[in-house]
């Protein structure tokens, strides 16, 4: 089941309503995507994707808490190359694709509990995937390189939190901690949800206010709000794509307090869930390559939004 979640207030809305306002006026692709790394509904770790997951389809944590998890043991987390001319020249933008392809592989190690500030919780999940097989990490990867390639272009320098190349994780303490220690301007953790049938469309998860352990959000809540509304609106206009119809009440937009990607971060910080990998319809647009494409273009032109004030 997944956690209790509570609903942005509606004062930070405006641009996804904006951008619905398109979407009920042209219709959504196909008219007819935490969350993520710390979100329940996932793929229990025991299970691995199936066969068939390894093809894409589509055409086209300073001092570390108790408990927390090591340092990366591979590379370190991918950098963009030297930043172009262009008005993101000078900002730093940390981009966290959910989750990893080899997690089944490695059920004792993202089994291990870390510490995200409130509570213990699981290193990190499988995430999940759609009927067919193909998961979620595969997914987030896909988009992370094409939003890094979309920035880069403005001008920003980009690191990813992982980039296929470790053989696990990272865990979700480390991924909070990368974009703390790189001063991101602005961080986005990519996933796609693992709801049922029936449940469409994305939703931007921001954080609330939490100040317990190692957990103190209270400077990065205003911002992280803003960031997270003007990437809702700039994913439906950009996407065609409707806001959740399960959550955030239409607007795309939902506040947690339990995940340790957020309440971890000194930074400005918002997941994205891009649809329900487990709706038939949702599913036929996340395994799409041209509408990955647009996905990554609408996280990016709200980004870019964000950082231009």
């Known amino acids: 089941m997944r956690r209790p979640l509570t ?24 008219d007819g995507d935490g969350g993520g790394a710390d979100r329940a509904g996932a793929v229990p770790t025991s299970a691995a994707p199936s066969a068939s997951a390894s093809a894409t389809p589509g055409d086209d944590d300073g001092k570390k ?14 950098a963009s190359q030297p930043a172009a001319p262009g008005p993101l020249k000078g900002k730093v933008v940390v981009i966290d694709p959910g989750h990893n392809p080899a997690n089944f ?10 510490n995200v500030g ?17 998961p979620e990490a595969k997914f987030t990867l896909d988009v992370a390189h094409r939003l890094r390639d979309l920035l880069e272009k403005q001008g920003a320098t980009v690191k990813l939190t992982q980039d296929g190349d470790r053989s696990f994780g990272p865990c979700v303490d480390e991924r909070a901690r990368i974009g703390n220690e790189a001063k991101a301007d602005a961080a986005i953790s990519i996933h796609a949800d693992g709801s049922g049938a029936g449940n469409r469309g994305f939703h931007v998860i921001m954080p609330g206010a939490v100040h317990d352990g190692a957990a103190d959000t209270r400077a990065i809540v205003a911002p992280s709000a803003e960031l997270g509304k003007r990437v809702a609106g700039s994913f439906v206009r950009v996407t065609g794509t409707a806001p959740s119809n399960y959550l955030g009440d239409g607007t795309g937009l ?8 957020l309440n971890l971060s000194t930074v400005p910080k918002v997941f994205i869930e891009c649809g329900n990998m487990r709706d038939s319809t949702d599913a036929a647009l996340l395994t799409s390559g041209s509408w990955r494409q647009k996905a990554a273009e609408g996280m990016s032109e709200g980004i870019v939004s964000f950082l231009r004030g």
């Not at 509606?10 to 641009?15: D, E, F, S």
């Not at 213990?120 to 999940?125: F, H, S, V």
């Open 118 to 134: 409130t509570h213990w919780k699981e290193c990190d999940t499988t995430g999940t995937a759609t009927n067919a097989g193909w």
């Open 254 to 261: 939902v506040t947690r307090t339990d995940l340790g990607g």
């Open 7 to 30: 609903v942005a207030v509606a004062a930070l809305v405006p641009g996804a309503l904006l951008g619905w306002g398109v979407y009920a006026a042209v219709g959504g692709p196909d």
């Open 105 to 114: 592989q490695h059920a004792t190690e993202i089994n291990r509990k870390v």
């Open 65 to 78: 808490p108790a408990g927390s998890s090591p340092a990366p043991t591979s590379k370190k987390p991918s």
